[in-house]
């Protein structure tokens, strides 16, 4: 295997973008918060609410000590709402079990609400500077088809980690800049459709381009519409929770208009189980 490292660490110094959370002295909170806000959101939508969070709720203790309700309506279009409620259930854990510090060890920070392998791993590298691989799905596809010679990657498994960790340099540095690397390459040039196979840094050593670009099928599981899902009823709803007075509103009139009323009452039963709402005395409510 040719050195990958070199070329694409140079390339992502003279090209990538200047997103937020690579400023130096981000602060560990701060890329805490762009990874859960990142998870399945593109990066265009997250910047600005991102940076709104922040001034907001510059600690975990700033958010812990505020209503759940109000994460959940400032989460306002970056989908998944539960994930509002797991950071904010994360800022409580990290103000009374750390002394409001975002822990830096893997397994303390996977013990978070709502952190996962690759969010853990992020933190730890992204904000501290530790060695270890950090895999998104831009990482798997970039390694599918540079080592692997496949046009997509397979679902995610662990091995995923084991195959970054191989082709991480020992220099902390440049291994972080390498995983920040890899991210980039598949998020802008090694994309899932079109990829720029003439721009990428690492061209000579894809397998996949010397294979001849075969298209070696997707074994993903799709993730199904969004338009007429439960997905969106429960979308109708919360946006009806964020803008009401005290963010409640009578049962009967939240989302009335929705044209499936049994899919109405199927997302407001399923945001309650979620703890994304609450109910009582026929007035539904976000979350105290």
């Known amino acids: 295997m040719s050195d990958l490292v070199t070329p694409l660490n140079a390339w992502f110094r003279a090209h990538s973008r200047p997103l937020p959370w690579r400023a130096p002295g981000y602060g560990a909170w701060g890329v805490l918060v762009s990874e859960f806000m990142l998870q399945q959101t593109p990066v265009a939508r997250v910047v600005p609410l991102l940076e709104a969070w922040l001034s907001r709720w510059p600690t975990p203790a700033d958010l812990a000590s505020a209503p759940p309700a109000e ?8 989908g998944y709402p539960r994930r509002a409620l797991w950071l904010h259930r994360a800022a409580v854990e990290i103000r ?4 409001n510090v975002v822990p830096r ?4 920070l996977l013990a ?15 904000a501290y500077g530790d060695h270890h691989p950090v895999v998104d799905t831009n990482t798997r596809r970039v390694i599918a088809r540079v080592i692997g010679g496949r046009s997509q990657p397979g679902p995610a498994a662990r091995r995923d980690l084991d195959e970054m960790a191989a082709l991480l340099p020992s220099d902390r540095t440049e291994a972080a800049t390498f995983n920040a690397a890899t991210m980039e390459l598949g998020a802008v040039i090694c994309t899932a459709r079109t990829p720029r ?13 010397a294979a001849g670009y075969p298209d070696t099928g997707d074994t993903r599981r799709r993730q199904a519409r969004y338009e007429g899902s439960d997905r969106q009823a429960r979308g109708a709803v919360l946006r009806v929770l964020r803008t009401a007075n005290g963010h409640a509103a009578p049962i009967d009139g939240v989302a009335a208009d929705w044209p499936d009323q049994a899919q109405r009452d199927r997302a407001i039963d399923s945001l309650i189980a979620d703890g994304l709402a609450e109910a009582s005395d026929g007035i539904l409510r976000l979350p105290r």
């Open 96 to 99: 009374d079990r750390h002394d």
């Open 112 to 126: 978070l609400t709502g952190v996962g392998d690759y969010t853990a791993r992020a933190v730890a590298v992204f």
């Open 197 to 209: 196979c003439a721009e990428c840094p690492i061209a000579q050593s894809c397998a996949w381009r």
């Open 105 to 108: 060890d893997v397994e303390a």
């Open 71 to 78: 994460a959940v309506q400032h989460w306002a279009n970056l």
